[in-house]
């Protein structure tokens, strides 16, 4: 799902941060608590993610209690699902979650496999997690699986995966002369793990792979998926070269074609000297063993704060991008399938916003002990208020 009412909202595209004025065109929308789920009275614990099948049933993950909780639409209790264990209906650790209409999956990246659970919450069966690919060219050292990030209808898998730095080693598919110092790719295999598509390489990011000793302020590539896997964005923020100033966001469909790549300004936050001193320190002295060179860093440490914290994506296409903490909050921009601005809104600061509704979206509050509640927002235009 996703707020499809924004789409027809047509926005300039231009960035507003909450101690900047309004830009004629650009709606600023603002968040309606309309249902709380209350942490202590549901006995929750840290939210590792949240999900909302088209019924309404919300369904919050639990790692630290290896299971997931249920609510329906009102925010009633309809029980929980799973344990700790590699057994049926079992968990090591629940990564992500997304739907197969009212099926539910649930990826446990510990025990290599994906858990089919039922509208009325029964485990219908356990999926293996591809862990190799099966193509034509594959080498022993060229590939390497580090994740799913998707399940599809037909037992085929989206994965995360990083290619050899030596192009000689590459599969016959990582080829490409325009992404040649690129290693981390998204493929779909079959069922069988066989090679069915690439469907992007990651975007050219200066801060490397390898998140390296004084590096702690540089960013890397974000990624948000739609809960059906229809659409994934790269996001990432270029806080040096031609770049300066700006982020990407490029949105993909499942089939690998680009529905656009566009760059966005932003307000650079500096980082204040005597912290670059200290990480330009760390830089000089803490060395990453055992990488190879296109893993690192390809900038110094870097003199402002990366601009993305996080991208969530809705079942049409429509993005919602947060940008770095400022002090009236965490800033919002809510782009269109086309990558248009169409809203900004500047959520509370302990609010972490995780699903896209038809006209709301989801997330989790903080109280004054950092207890996490689950939380349902309207999301209002704010001169309808």
Wanted: proline fraction near 6%.
């Amino acid at each position: 799902m996703s707020i499809r009412f924004a789409t027809r909202l047509i926005g300039l595209l231009v960035l507003l941060l909450p101690h900047r004025a309004p830009a004629q065109g650009v709606p600023r929308f603002t968040l309606t608590r309309d249902l709380r789920i209350d942490a202590h009275a549901a006995d929750l614990s840290a939210v590792s993610w949240l999900t909302v099948s088209r019924t309404g049933m919300i369904a919050v993950g639990q790692n630290q209690d290896h299971l997931i909780r249920f609510f329906d639409a009102a925010g009633g209790s309809l029980g929980t699902f799973g344990r700790d264990g590699a057994g049926p209906g079992e968990f090591r650790r629940m990564d992500i979650a997304g739907w197969l209409g009212d099926t539910m999956w649930v990826e446990d990246g510990a025990a290599l496999r994906f858990t089919l659970i039922s509208p009325n919450r029964k485990i219908l069966r356990n999926v293996p997690m591809a862990i190799a690919i099966k193509a034509p060219g594959d080498t022993a050292g060229g590939v390497q699986v580090i994740g799913a990030a998707g399940l599809y209808s037909d037992g085929s898998q989206l994965l995360e995966v990083i290619v050899s730095s030596d192009a000689a080693k590459r599969p016959a598919w990582a080829h490409d002369d325009q992404h040649t110092d690129s290693r981390l790719v998204l493929v779909t295999v079959t069922a069988k793990s066989e090679f069915k598509r690439l469907v992007s390489f990651g975007q050219r990011d200066d801060c490397g792979m390898v998140r390296a000793p004084g590096y702690d302020f540089c960013g890397h590539l974000k990624i948000g998926i739609d809960p059906a896997v229809q659409y994934l964005a790269w996001a990432t923020g270029s806080v040096a070269g031609a770049d300066s100033g700006t982020y990407r966001i490029t949105l993909f469909r499942p089939d690998g074609g680009v529905t656009y790549s566009r760059k966005y300004p932003y307000v650079a936050q500096p980082i204040p000297a005597r912290l670059r001193d200290s990480v330009a320190e760390r830089a000089r002295t803490e060395r990453p063993s055992g990488a190879p060179a296109s893993m690192l860093p390809k900038i110094g440490p870097p003199r402002v704060y990366p601009p993305v914290e996080s991208v969530i994506v809705g079942d049409d296409g429509t993005a919602w991008v947060q940008l770095r903490t400022v002090p009236g909050g965490n800033p919002w921009v809510m782009l269109s399938p086309r990558g248009e601005v169409i809203g900004t809104l500047v959520a509370p600061v302990n609010v972490r916003l995780m699903f896209l509704g038809a006209s709301t979206v989801w997330g989790t509050e903080k109280d004054a002990d950092d207890v996490e509640s689950v939380v349902r927002f309207r999301v209002v235009r704010s001169n309808d208020r």
